[in-house]
């Protein structure tokens, strides 16, 4: 029996923050609901605490800041199923905030990180066109810069040597197709043209061929040394220009479709406040990474300044408008997991929660596909209590009523402890609670030696503190009734 009562426990401590939830917003609706101007002829029911709905008074009374009670008059509500009323008093201590829907081209904005890189289309690798040895070399480290034209190294080759003797002896037969054979063979090793005429002059074998840089840019990933053995197969080194970047940047799964080669995109740094630069998607993998579920997409930047660095941290912003939609702030949208909902605001104090179909979600926007019009009010503030006011289902009213201090219901005993019963009992509306089974307290007058586990009675209830009290029973025991406690049925 122990394990059984400590089982409805948790249950008792919902029950309890249920009953709290409504018992304020029965307050909130008394207190807004009634709060319009009484005639002469009216004299008010009670009057409500503005900053505490639960606090009643019979007569004016100041709260402790010195703030007036509010008048609550019996008064029925105008307006369509589902409208409450709120004073201006509630609503400012509410801290209520409207926000116009509006109809205005969707924003698609994604935003990630990505890091500053090469652009490979413009990375070139330096090979030599001959076996041979590095005899002089005239850059010496990484990321040193070069200009189309400056030497980057003199090789050594026997076949350059032999390639050259072979023109001289073209030369000197005289024979104009055989010397124009001979000296393309040299064009072919990429011999310079100034070195091919130098040895036409000289009529000498010069032993190395001094390999110029094909263009300007930065050195990267040099792989080789004076002295060293080079052949064809194996690159040397690779020349980058910075003058343009690409950024990699990673995307969520969900992100993918929305990202398409062409769309603009702008990169920010931390480290330069103020700038920012303008580029686009350049290409969008086919494939996502199977550890992070995230889609690679690449984005070209102009660097005519050479500010952007490889390996620089960027933040970027990838948007392209499209259609135009209807869109609130994202936050005035009230998830419930089986519907969503906003609060309109119809003027005069008076609102509604009406369900609503959502569209896309742009960071801090929120576009609703219907349920809403251009130029309506929505509550982008305390929506939560407003909507806490009206019921979660269609026709909205759950809080028609006061909420009474004791209610009457029936049930069946399921379990009995010292001073405690456990009742599985039937809905009680009059608190909003389901049919459920929980465990209550016996109050002084209630007789427990006339329950018994299984046995059938109808029984009285109030909240006590954080638990829930027995104050009468009625045990129904075939024809024969037993009445105990201070109630009335």
Do not use: C
């Amino acid at each position: 029996m122990e394990s059984n009562t400590s089982s409805q426990r948790p249950l008792k401590g919902i029950l309890l923050l249920a009953a709290l939830a409504g018992s304020a917003a029965a307050g909130y609706w008394l207190a807004s609901h009634h709060a319009a101007p009484a005639s002469a002829e009216k004299q008010p029911l009670y009057w409500v605490n503005p900053m505490d709905p639960a606090d009643k008074r019979p007569g004016p009374a100041k709260d402790s800041m010195g703030m007036d009670f509010i008048p609550v008059y019996e008064e029925k509500q105008d307006g369509s199923p589902g409208t409450v009323t709120i004073a201006p008093e509630i609503q400012q201590n509410m801290g209520v905030r409207l926000a116009e829907v509006t109809r205005a081209p969707w924003l698609q904005r994604i935003d990630t990180v990505g890091y500053v890189g090469y652009d490979e289309e413009r990375l070139e690798t330096v090979t030599a066109r001959l076996s041979g040895w590095i005899r002089r070399l005239y850059v010496k480290s990484e990321g040193q810069t070069v200009r189309a034209g400056e030497p980057l190294f003199d090789l050594y080759s026997p076949d350059l040597v032999n390639a050259q003797k072979e023109f001289l002896l073209a030369l000197g037969s005289g024979n104009p197709l055989i010397i124009k054979a001979a000296e393309g063979k040299l064009r072919a090793l990429e011999v310079p043209q100034s070195q091919i005429d130098q040895v036409r002059q000289s009529r000498r074998v010069q032993e190395t061929i001094r390999v110029p840089a094909p263009r300007s840019g930065y050195l990267v990933d040099l792989k080789v040394r004076e002295g060293q053995y080079v052949d064809p197969a194996n690159p040397l080194f690779s020349l980058a220009a910075l003058d343009r970047v690409w950024v990699s940047a990673e995307l969520f799964e969900r992100q993918a479709a929305a990202v398409q080669p062409g769309m603009p995109a702008t990169m920010t740094l931390d480290y330069a406040p103020g700038r920012s630069w303008q580029g686009r998607v350049d290409y969008v993998y086919p494939t996502l990474d199977a550890a992070t579920r995230t889609l690679k997409v690449r984005l070209r930047f102009a660097n005519p300044d050479g500010f952007l660095r490889p390996n620089m941290f960027a933040a970027v912003r990838i948007e392209q408008a499209r259609a135009p939609v209807l869109q609130v702030p994202a936050e005035a949208v009230i998830r419930t997991g089986r519907q969503d909902r906003v609060v309109l605001a119809l003027g005069d104090g008076r609102f509604k929660s009406v369900a609503v179909r959502l569209g896309e979600r742009d960071g801090e926007r929120q576009a609703i596909l219907e349920g809403v019009e251009a130029g309506d009010k929505v509550v982008s503030s305390a929506q939560f209590l407003i909507d806490s006011e009206s019921s979660l289902g269609s026709d909205f009213q759950r809080m028609t009523a006061f909420r009474p201090e004791s209610v009457w219901s029936q049930g069946t005993v399921t379990a009995l402890s010292e001073g405690r019963v456990t009742l599985s009992h039937e809905a009680v509306p009059e608190w909003q609670w389901p049919a459920m089974e929980m465990e209550f307290a016996l109050g002084d007058g209630v007789d427990a030696s006339a329950l018994k586990v299984g046995g059938a009675l109808h029984f009285e209830m109030r909240q006590q503190g954080d638990d829930y009290l027995i104050t009468a029973i009625h045990v129904m025991d075939g024809a024969a009734t037993t009445t105990t406690g201070h109630g009335g049925h």
